[in-house]
Nanobody, 115 residues
């Protein structure tokens, strides 16, 4: 099993920045891809940014040029968010895809963009 813990969410004004972190634990060796998703009230969960199995990155069109996904050798994954907009308000989730044929999700961290 893999456990994921997100942190770094909070309240920020439009135009501001936040950095989210995702800390994996457990069967980390089984993880081959990780990424960030978000779910706004009344909407479906959507991809924000992810590392694919071959190490390339995918971004939602709505965040390209504003958000950057990164990772470290311990498989922590980060999401640097800049130029935040009210429509970025959502619960942000970390997801890990694993060779265990199971996708693991964190509990999420709330990002609120409001003046």
């Amino acid at each position: 099993q893999v456990q994921l813990v997100e942190s770094g969410g909070g309240l920020v004004q439009p135009g501001g920045s936040l950095r989210l972190s995702c800390a994996p634990s457990g069967s980390i060796f089984s993880i081959y891809a990780m990424g960030w998703y978000r779910q706004a009230p009344g909407k479906q969960r959507e991809l924000v940014a992810r590392f694919t199995r071959d190490g390339t990155t995918d971004y939602a069109d709505s965040v390209k040029g504003r958000f950057t996904i990164s990772r470290d050798n311990a498989k922590w994954v980060f999401l640097q968010m800049t130029s935040l907009k009210p429509e970025d308000t959502a619960v942000y989730y970390c997801k890990a895809e694993s060779t265990l044929n199971i996708d693991f999700w964190g509990k999420g961290t709330l990002v609120t963009v409001s003046s």
